[in-house]
């Protein structure tokens, strides 16, 4: 795949992150139909969004095609443990692709505007994967374990959505740490934990590597 195909393709899932992260309360009640394009959008263009062997890329297409196939089953029938197959399903897709767009930005010999937009791309992909974690714990804590208690309690005792977690997710991955929103069950709060702290490793860490070939880069030149 050409460069300028791998940047489109990492424009597109950029943009649907964005799209997804910062309006997801509207198109969730309102839109349901656009949510869930542009949900199918984030797979397909994440399956596209590196030079993939085609044994790899197979094997994205199928982790990926589950959650879809979830989401738009949806429309149709609603319980609880279609959301946590969903959950579940979106979850392996998100740690197949975070891992392998990891892979790429380290093993790539120079920064271009792809491994940008790729590193930008993980990054929220990381506060999806954590925003995805919290709610399969909120579900399991009600409806498996049936403790009786949430694993998290949100603010004002509203009925929680998948945006609370999102926001949850980046507000303790960024450890801006409002206190609006607090982990109850051990679990829960062992995953906040691993959210803040890759939060910040993965910063750290990009930073160190993307300004390592950088000055590599130039000193070659």
Not at 19 to 28: A, G, N
Not at 85 to 108: D, E, G, H, K, P
Not at 113 to 135: D, E, F, K, P, Q
Not at 172 to 183: A, E, Q, V
Request: with cysteine.
């Amino acid at each position: 795949m050409t460069q300028n195909k791998l940047a489109r393709n990492n424009i597109i899932l950029l943009i649907c992150l964005l799209i997804t992260i910062l309006l997801f309360p509207v198109l969730s009640v309102h839109k349901k139909l656009l949510r869930d394009l542009i949900f199918t959008a984030i797979i397909v263009s994440g399956c596209f969004s590196l030079g993939f062997r085609s044994k790899t890329r197979r094997i994205l297409i199928a982790s990926g095609a589950v959650p879809v196939f979830l989401t738009w089953l949806s429309h149709f029938i609603t319980n609880d443990l279609i959301r946590l197959a969903f959950f579940l399903s979106f979850f392996c897709f998100n740690v197949f692709i975070t891992v392998f767009m990891i892979q790429y930005i380290f093993r790539s010999k120079q920064v271009t505007g792809t491994i940008i937009i790729n590193s930008i791309n993980c990054y929220l992909l990381i506060g999806v994967l954590g925003a995805v974690l919290l709610a399969m714990t909120e579900i399991l804590e009600k409806f498996v374990f049936q403790s009786g208690t949430a694993a998290i309690n949100f603010a004002g005792n509203t009925a929680e959505g998948f945006h609370d977690f999102l926001y949850f997710s980046f507000v303790t991955l960024s450890t801006l740490g409002y206190g609006d929103i607090t982990p109850v069950s051990s679990i829960a709060k062992s995953i906040t934990l691993v959210i803040a702290i890759t939060g910040q490793l993965f910063l750290a860490i990009l930073v160190a590597g993307l300004v390592g070939k950088y000055l590599s880069r130039s000193e070659k030149d």
